[in-house]
């Protein structure tokens, strides 16, 4: 039997083809099934099973070093900053931290507002690890402080890992800086 002689370019070219796509939708499928089964892995607790949280509340004081980073932007209405962070947390958190802070300082004494990151690492009541707190925060020489400022999710890490939470800020009058943290953690299995 003599082999097959007569098949165009053409037909080989989309049989070619066909066979790319059939080994490229086995390469990605192959793939996130891998991608499914390492997450799984890493993150039993979000295999359907029910995390037992504990809840928390440290509170305690701090000191801060803001440090001025580059030149502040001056128009009328509010000058425009950009600060960086250095704090050192005492009572139920022992931790030291490092952010960012962008600010506006408006023209009415008192009235404020910024935006922060920072990355807090240290022991939280026995619990080492990091986490990161996301602020945002206004100052109103009418109507006084209000303020956000929570735990970034899947930010935790070490025994701080699966970290959620709120803090509160306060400024005592002689300028001493506290802070109250409720926060939430995975309870040890």
Known sequence: MAPCTSLSAAAISGALATITIVLLATVAGLSAAWLTSARAQSQPERQGQK??????????????KVTPDGDIDK???AALGRMTLDKQFTGDL???????????MTDVKGSAGYVAIERVTGTLQG???????????TMSAASGPQQSIT?????????LAGIAGQMLIKIAPDGKHSYEFEYKLPAAQ
């Open 94 to 104: 022992t931790a030291s931290s490092k952010g960012q802070m962008l600010t506006a």
């Open 75 to 77: 128009a009328q209405g």
């Open 127 to 137: 619990h080492n690890g990091s986490f990161v707190l996301q602020h945002f925060a």
């Open 151 to 159: 735990v970034v999710p899947d930010s935790g890490t070490g025994q």
């Open 51 to 64: 995390v037992v949280l504990m809840s928390g509340r440290a509170i305690g004081d701090f000191t801060v």
